[in-house]
C-alpha cells in the first residue's frame, strides 16, 4: 500500500488548522517538501511541546512525505528563539533538510510567507504551494503520517490550553471531546464568566459554548475574561462593524500597509475593500476584488487600525460575496516583495501587549496524561471537502481507531474513526456520538 492510501486510511488531514486533506498533497511530486513549524498564534504553544516531545516522529513523517512526493530538497521551519526545539529535531534530520529559521513575528506561519522564506518562490496569486512545486505540511500533521504509515488512525488531537485555566498545558484529546470535558483536565477556568478563542484569538473564532467539541483541526483554546478588550470586540455584530467602518474608516490605509500578503507583493488592499461599505452590491463588487487574497490573519483589524474598525471582517464578507456572484480576481500588478517588507514585521511580544494578553502569556508544557472521557460526539466533516458518509448505526460495537465515516467515492474528504471504546448511540447526517 502506498504512502497516501495509508494516510487516506487513517482520516489524516491538516492540523494546523485548515484542514485538507494530506494524502491528496502525499500523492504529488514536487521540488520541495517543507514542515511548517512556525506557530505565530499568540498563546499557542502546543507545535512547540510536540516538536520538542515527539521529534522523532515529526521527522519520520516529514522523510516519508519527501519519498512520497520525490522531493529534492526540504525546509524545516522553526522560529530561531526556540532552541531547544531546534536541538531537538535536528537530531533526527538527514542532510537533504534545511532549516529555515524564522523570526518572532506574526504571521510567521502563514503558507505564503513560509514558501517565500524557505525557497525564495513566491506563490501565484490565489494559487497554491503546489503550483510551484512545493508541499507544506504542519508539524503535527506530519506526525499524524508518521501513525499512519503503521496503520494507525487519526483519533487524536494535540492541543494547547491556555489563558484564564489554572493549568496552562498542551495534551492529547480524544477527538470529538467537549469543551468542558478539556477546561476540567486544563484544571478548570479561573473567572466566572469567559469566552473561549478556538484556535487562537487572531484567526480563531469565539464561543462560549461548552458542548463545543474538539476536531481534527481543533489547534487550542484559548480561555479569557467576558470582559476582556479582545472578547468584546470579537463579539460586536456583523451590522455594528459594518455601520462603524461605513462611517469611521478614513483610509489611512494603515490596514494594507502593514498586510503581510500586501508585503509579499500581492495585491491585497484592505483600506479599499472598507470602501466597499459605503457601495451598494454593484459598486462594491469593484472594491471587493482587492480581499481575494488575503489570509485572515487579523492583524489589520486588532494592530493596525487605529480606529479599531473591522478591516479583516469586512474582506471575509467580501470573499464570499465574490464566490457568490461567481467573480474571478486577476492580479494587474506582477508579485514584487515590498522593499520594506522586513521592517513591517510586527513582533509577537508586541502584538500580545496590543491584545492585552500578557498576564496570560506563560508558557503550556506538556502533560503526558490520558484524559478519560466516556462520551464523544464527533463531526462527519472536520476537512475541507466532503462530509464522511456513516459506516456504523445506533447500537454498534465500536473500538477506539475504528471506521465510522468514510470518505464519498471519488470525492475530496477524510475517513473519520472512532476515538474511544464504546456503542453508537446516535447517528446523524452530521455526527456519530458514541458513549463507552
Not at 484567526?203 to 479582545?230: R, S
Request: overall charge positive; glycine content about 8%; proline content about 6%.
Amino acid at each position: 500500500m502506498t504512502l497516501h492510501e495509508k494516510i487516506l486510511n487513517a482520516g489524516v488531514v491538516g492540523a494546523g488548522g485548515a484542514g485538507f486533506p494530506s494524502h491528496i498533497k502525499a500523492k504529488n511530486k514536487v521540488d520541495f517538501v517543507i514542515a511548517n513549524g512556525a506557530e505565530c498564534e499568540p498563546l499557542i504553544h502546543k507545535d512547540y511541546e510536540l516538536m520538542l516531545n515527539f521529534p522523532k516522529e515529526i521527522v519520520h513523517g516529514f522523510e516519508l512525505l519527501m519519498e512520497s512526493t520525490s522531493a529534492k530538497k526540504s525546509f524545516f521551519g522553526i522560529k530561531e528563539k526556540n532552541e531547544k526545539v531546534i536541538l531537538a529535531i535536528s537530531k533526527h534530520l538527514n542532510g537533504k533538510t534545511e532549516l529555515t529559521k524564522l523570526g518572532d513575528f506574526y504571521p510567521s506561519g502563514d503558507e505564503f510567507e513560509l514558501v517565500y522564506a524557505s525557497t525564495g518562490r513566491l506563490i501565484p496569486p490565489a494559487g497554491i504551494p503546489l503550483d510551484i512545486g512545493c508541499v507544506v505540511n504542519n508539524v503535527e500533521t506530519l506526525y499524524n503520517i508518521s501513525l499512519a504509515q503503521k496503520n494507525i488512525s487519526v483519533t487524536k488531537k494535540f492541543i494547547c490550553v491556555a489563558g484564564a485555566v489554572k493549568k496552562p498545558s498542551s495534551f492529547f484529546v480524544p477527538i470529538g471531546t467537549s469543551f468542558k470535558d478539556v477546561l476540567e483536565f486544563a484544571g478548570g477556568i479561573k473567572t466566572k464568566d469567559f469566552g473561549i478563542f478556538v484556535g487562537g484569538v487572531m484567526m480563531g473564532y469565539l464561543t462560549f459554548d461548552l458542548n463545543e467539541v474538539v476536531k481534527k483541526t481543533t489547534a487550542g483554546l484559548i480561555v479569557l475574561p467576558k470582559d476582556h478588550y479582545l472578547i468584546k470586540r470579537k463579539n460586536q455584530p456583523e451590522h455594528n462593524w459594518h455601520r462603524i467602518g461605513k462611517s469611521a474608516c478614513d483610509q489611512c490605509s494603515y490596514c494594507t500597509e502593514f498586510c503581510p500578503r500586501y508585503l509579499l507583493g500581492y495585491q491585497v488592499e484592505p483600506h479599499k475593500v472598507m470602501r466597499s461599505l459605503g457601495f451598494t452590491k454593484t459598486g462594491a463588487a469593484v472594491w471587493n476584488q482587492m480581499a481575494e487574497l488575503c489570509c485572515s490573519c487579523g492583524l489589520c483589524t486588532l494592530y493596525a487600525c487605529p480606529e479599531d474598525l473591522y478591516p479583516k471582517e469586512v474582506c471575509n464578507k467580501a470573499k464570499i460575496e465574490m464566490r457568490e456572484a461567481d467573480v474571478k480576481f486577476i492580479q494587474q500588478k506582477p508579485v514584487k516583495v515590498h522593499p520594506i517588507k522586513d521592517g513591517r514585521r510586527v513582533p509577537l511580544s508586541q502584538l500580545i501587549m496590543k491584545l492585552k494578553l500578557q498576564d496570560y502569556d506563560v508558557e503550556a508544557p506538556f502533560n503526558p496524561e490520558n484524559i478519560s472521557v466516556k462520551k464523544v460526539r464527533i463531526p462527519l466533516q472536520q476537512h475541507i471537502g466532503k462530509p464522511a458518509l456513516p459506516v456504523v448505526k445506533k447500537g454498534d460495537k465500536v473500538d477506539a481507531g475504528q471506521l465510522i465515516g468514510k470518505v464519498p467515492e471519488g470525492e475530496l474528504g477524510a475517513n473519520i474513526h472512532s476515538s474511544i471504546n464504546g456503542k453508537v448511540k446516535e447517528v446523524t447526517t452530521e455526527n456519530i456520538f458514541i458513549e463507552s
